[in-house]
């Protein structure tokens, strides 16, 4: 017994009847700009998996992006839900990917990219010519100049004749300038450039991963400068130095080297920022971060730490003392792919207030208490290792970040 297939009449979102009774079955025709504007509306997802479109015309260059942008000509293109991208049908007969031309020379770039910021929305596309109609594998390219960037080639099919690849671009660039990107793909090889622009606007808060969940951490030190990038170390970005378990700010960078008049020694007794426990914190009145943040814990601080790469920047003093007016060091944390900028701010002693290690390192309190004398903080210094888990004299006054509750 055989068991003949049953096709029904109906109508797809974009309004086309996907069967002619004359004809046989025609396979909706949409332009690529079309599928482009699908993607907003959030049209294809994973319910739409294996979806088949016969595309009449390519998206616009600056639509090449998301879903489509291994959409170069027309043809058969089916929806792959796992890799959220259109993929284009071909022939089974055509085996590996060959072409004759890589035109790097005359690539097009959509978006833009800006130094420490994240790069979202980029991508560059390479055409070629003498293209078989092969199929070509997935491929990541690093980039050199200006590191940090990676450009993505998904897996797809040339076209007949010439076509485009397309890049997309993730990574985090460090400073401005040119990040270049050398292929050799099918034998072939050329390279294409991307720029990287200086900020045009700086973020007060990003996301970073802590103990496997994201938080959200000040960009600037407490006391900052909030109108500047929090990435560029100045003195206007070193922020307040506090003392341990006390609410308000017992120095400033302004605030001159040597002993400062006056100074409290007296200790912040236990819970005085965190009336919880560790692993549960409760932010009390006496801690400065602003409403809806407070100071991390040592363990927070262990995890920020754990989930960063970290880089140095700026020139650092070499000892203790001889960095009072060195406002360029800093540790750069990269985290959940946004930047933590820590500036080397030092710290003023417990005993006088005078200020060390200013440009040699920097400690930054923690909410945990180490002893009835002491608690703990993330203590660092250039070629030294980054300890979260330090402890200091809670009359020591040093920088303040602050996280989200």
């Known amino acids: 017994m055989y068991f003949l297939p049953m096709i029904f009449v109906g109508t797809l979102v974009c309004g086309q009847t996907f069967i002619d009774t004359s004809e ?22 994973n319910v739409k998996d294996a979806i088949l479109v016969y595309v009449t015309a390519p998206p616009d260059p600056d639509n090449r992006i998301g879903q489509v942008e291994g959409i170069d000509a027309k043809g058969f293109y089916y929806f792959d839900a796992s890799s959220n991208r259109w993929i284009r049908i071909i022939s089974t007969s055509i085996g590996t990917a060959a072409l004759t031309q890589l035109l790097c020379s005359s690539s097009s770039n959509v978006g833009v990219m800006e130094a420490t910021r994240p790069a979202s929305g ?35 099919n040339l076209s007949i004749g010439g076509g485009f690849l397309v890049f997309n671009i993730t990574g985090t660039p460090l400073t401005t300038g040119t990040a270049t990107f ?41 006391g ?29 960078p302004y605030t ?27 932010k009390t009145i006496n801690d400065p971060c602003p409403s809806g943040f407070r100071i991390p814990t040592r363990n ?11 880089t140095n920047i700026g020139i650092w003093a070499t000892t203790k003392s001889d960095g009072a007016s060195n406002f360029s060091a800093a540790k750069r944390f990269i985290n959940n792919k946004n930047i933590i900028t820590l500036p080397a701010a030092g710290r003023h002693s417990s005993g006088t207030g005078a200020l060390d290690s200013r440009g ?36 020591v006054g040093m920088s303040v970040r602050c996280i989200s509750e």
């Open 300 to 310: 927070e601080w262990a995890a920020f730490t754990q989930a960063s790469t970290v």
């Open 182 to 222: 050398n292929i050799n793909l099918m034998g072939k090889t050329c390279s294409f450039s991307a720029q990287i622009q200086s900020k045009t606007r700086f973020d007060d808060v990003v996301n970073v991963s802590i103990n496997g969940q994201t938080r959200q951490m000040m960009t600037r030190n407490l």
């Open 256 to 282: 001159p080297a040597t002993a400062i008049s006056g100074w409290s020694t007296e200790r912040a007794a236990d819970k005085a920022w965190n009336n919880g426990t560790e692993a549960a914190p409760f």
């Open 24 to 45: 046989g079955i025609i396979i909706p025709r949409l332009t690529g700009n079309i599928l482009h504007s699908s993607e907003a509306k959030g049209i294809y997802s």
């Open 122 to 156: 980029v991508s560059v596309m390479v055409p070629y010519n003498g293209g078989n109609g092969g199929a070509y594998q997935a491929s990541s390219i690093p980039s050199t100049g200006i590191t940090g960037l990676n450009a993505t080639l998904y897996p797809g």
């Open 360 to 395: 040699y390192g920097a400690s930054y309190w923690s909410s945990t208490e180490f002893s009835g004398t002491n608690s703990y903080n993330l203590t660092f210094t250039e070629g030294g290792a980054i300890y979260p888990a330090y402890d200091f004299n809670r009359a």
């Open 224 to 252: 900052a400068n909030p109108t500047l990038d929090p990435d560029v170390p100045t003195q206007a970005i070193m922020g307040d130095y506090f003392q341990w378990g006390k609410k308000n700010a017992v120095a400033t």
